[in-house]
């Protein structure tokens, strides 16, 4: 299927280290993305702890949710026993489309995170300082996110625009012309795909802003520097959630144009033999299906550090769990 790396069937007499193969192939940007996160917890993500109450219940929800679906996904992708019954009446394209299915599980889990919208507690003096959605987050964080969807839109608009219709007029072909009229194809990331991702994107930025809003707009605690801390926690949860969603996004991406890459054609051509041709890009393909993996895993990592987070909570003081 298009967008995997690696096709398993797992049938009734497979043996142990075939189910290995198959988790480890199906699941290892997820299970590399787990270890990272269980190192920057043991390093550094204790500090990072949120109160218990609401919202960690809220994040911790959020997380878990946008964890297990993409984890069924992939698994039912790689484990037909595992499919949704009545799978096979849903329409090609709801399976095609997958490489958008981080972009709106991630679009989902920021909406979650921004409950409670309100705080229920004791409110203090107003302050003077303009609050807007950038107010609790540090610059390091925003510009890590803008570098992610500039890098998601300039590989997209590449891809896009080395693809050509297919027989169906979709913008997901690409064709090396091996000239004397040889050509040969395959599917690459092209508009077909591209220009939805592109919408979702556009989308997930207006919710993180919506999202960000929320926990900035009401007024501070009588707790002051709790009240602050915990909108900062939210607000890098928000970020890292986002992040995530867009690096899984991003990594797939690359593997996808690793697996245009693996694209090989020949012929004969004539009294001079065979002759053999592959696309300008091939030289590439190792490195952009590793690079994908890594980045994909990468999204993972953030997403368990934030379910971490909000699972391994603090004790909180009476009046500073909501924000």
Known sequence: MYFTTSTFILY??????????????????????????VVWWLAR??????????????????????L???LYLNAAIGFSVLRPPLSEHL????FEMRILWALAIGILAVALLAIPIGAHTPRGHAS????????????????????????????????????????EGLWRNYTVDAGSSISFGTRIYGWYYSVPALILLAALIAVIIVALWLIARPSLSTNHDDDVRIRHLRTRNILAIASGALLIHLGSIFTSLSNTALLRGGADIGESGWGSW????????????????????????LWFGVLLSAALTRRARADTDQS
């Open 128 to 167: 003077l300082t303009r609050r807007t959605p950038f107010s609790f987050g540090r610059r390091r964080w925003f510009a890590g996110i803008t570098t992610i969807v500039g890098t998601i839109v300039t590989v997209s608009a590449l891809a896009g625009a080395a693809s050509e219709p297919d027989e």
């Open 12 to 37: 009734g007499a497979a043996t142990m280290p075939d189910l290995v193969a198959l988790i480890w192939f199906s699941f290892r940007s997820i299970i590399i993305g787990l270890a990272l996160a």
């Open 278 to 301: 592959t696309t300008p890009f091939a030289a590439m393909q190792p490195a952009l299906l590793y690079v994908g993996l890594a980045i994909a895993a990468l999204g993972y990592a």
């Open 45 to 66: 993500g204790r500090k990072s702890r949120l109160p218990a109450g609401l919202t960690a219940a809220v994040t911790m929800t959020a997380t878990s949710l946008a």
């Open 91 to 94: 329409p090609l394209w709801v």
């Open 68 to 70: 297990a679906s993409i």
